[in-house]
């Protein structure tokens, strides 16, 4: 009798473990294929390195194509697709949330703010290419994702009333009330003690703020129902806070060689984290609810949001 | 009889000042109350200093409000106007021109691009702020420039498939294939010797693309049929051009208190200009010809134009 239920116990662990090892390529293959389309998508639609003037081309094609994993593209897909949307009329969008994310890295980077000298592996765009040149790649690729929003050869099946609601939701996740938002606080709070709401309000706008917005809108063009919508925008932000904290769990383990980029530059900079404030395991604890949370909102919706549910419980992974 | 045909003569002559006379008040009384109009709705519309984070909003203001003249708002809505549509209609789009513009300039005056310390009599934004939050205010300001022109609740007699199409043609000017573009050639050639063509481009892009979307897009927002648009896109690359000339020329003979800027920078900073390259004569007379050009035009437009062709007949005299 013991053993029937020790075998029973084994199959169901067996089964579990099968299920969770099938999801995991499932989703490894979903990133992989989704990417493939936004990597294509961005060689498509952005200027490539032979427009005039070449200098601000290179430096814009230098930083796009650096080797991102394009986590806001993919969640722009997943949330279109999760409401029965097709990824292809989200390729737009998709790529012009990298751009307004790779603009923002430049940016970070510069020695008025961060002052990093590697990303992704590579130099960043002011060792490269100058500080001048790099602050106007940088304005140029946010520039060119609403051009690529607006274009009229593109998302000919969203309605432009769809479309407008889809620039409006990126420009205010990545504006003053949003990322540069959350940035300003970031340098403005460097080596000063910061309370967890001062941090949250950080981690939440200058990463979750876009990242919230990848799914929502992605949702949108998918042609979301409100009550669709709230919950792919309370997935999003709480996606988009968990994985601010396990990049500053990833800040402290992590390898340089791995994450292509300066490592334990939180601590020399004086930067407030999870880590600092809470400890590793409270700071992992905390992401593992948010990403639960994240899930638990998509509990109405159908196998089609499997992708978001297994994007998040990838994010987790990361940090452990 | 040679008697008769002088007063003749004089009173042709009284005839044609006074009209040019009343002109002038009438173009200077429609830019100082389309400049009213564009004052309040950027008070009502643009994140104020009391938002979180406030050191982003006050850098905002701060050079959002430094007494900048509002041309390229009041040639948006005169550009509405001419076509027979309200300027109410294009205060979203006056706007968001004014934000691009301003970030355009914050970024400029950066260190790393012409280093200056004064702009429009006051100290430039990162002189006050510093140089990271000047970055990310011009950062903000563009960003919210694409929000304003998606907002749901402004716009409302404009389609929605017009609302993208301004929005895509705002950025194609101010991206890099436009102004960053030019901003880009212009730093890069500084002390270098230049042609024309080169000049001509720089010009035409770093100031004349957005001027020149600023009418065309107020005509897409007045319904401008497709005849009329391209007479109101030829007319503002024109006037664009002759813009920056007529602002070469001041640089060499304008006061610094009158414009507010540091003057004679560009021949210290080593900048091709069309003064250097031509001569000052010669230079007015290619912004005279240019400006002549741009009314030309507008031939077949109403009196509805006016406004346009006397800001032509405007900038030209700044450079006289």
């Known amino acids: 009798m013991a053993e029937l239920k020790s075998k029973e116990a084994f199959q169901k662990a067996e089964a579990i473990s099968k299920k969770l090892r099938r999801n995991n390529l499932r989703i490894e293959e ?54 029965g949307g097709r990824a292809a009329d989200a390729l737009p969008l998709a790529c012009s949330l990298e751009l307004i994310h790779t603009y923002s890295l430049i940016h970070d980077d510069l020695p008025s703010m961060d002052n990093d000298d590697l990303r992704r592996g590579k130099p960043t765009s002011h060792r490269v290419f100058g500080e001048g040149p790099a602050i106007l790649a940088g304005d140029a690729l946010l520039t060119e994702a609403f051009r690529l929003l607006a274009r009229s050869d593109l998302m000919k099946n969203v309605p432009p009333a769809t479309r407008l609601r889809v620039i ?35 981690h939440s706008h200058k990463t979750g703020a876009l990242i919230a917005a990848s799914v929502y809108a992605g949702g949108l063009v998918g042609g979301a129902s409100p009550k669709e919508g709230r919950a792919l925008s309370s997935y999003g932000r709480k996606l988009g806070l968990a994985f601010q904290i396990t990049d500053d769990l990833l800040d402290i ?23 600092a404030l809470f400890g ?13 949370g994240a899930i638990a909102h998509l509990r109405f919706f159908d196998p089609k949001a499997d992708p978001l549910r297994e994007i998040a419980r990838f994010i987790l992974k990361r940090s452990t």
């Open 253 to 275: 383990h992590g390898e340089p060689r791995k994450l292509g980029k300066s490592v334990r530059k939180d601590q020399a900079q004086g930067k407030a984290t999870y880590p």
């Open 30 to 83: 979903f990133i992989r294929r989704r990417g493939r389309l936004v990597e294509r998508a961005l060689e498509r639609w952005v200027p490539g390195t032979d427009e005039f003037p070449p200098l601000v081309h290179k430096a814009m094609n230098y930083s796009l194509f650096a080797g991102g994993k394009r986590l806001r593209p993919i969640l722009a897909l997943a949330g279109a697709e999760a409401v």
């Open 168 to 202: 409006y939701h990126i420009a205010h996740a990545a504006g003053s009330l949003g990322m540069v938002g959350g940035q300003v606080m970031d340098i403005s709070c460097q080596g000063k003690k910061i309370d967890k709401h001062l941090l949250e309000y950080i």
């Open 280 to 292: 590793v395991s409270e700071s992992r604890r905390q992401a593992e609810v948010l990403l639960n």
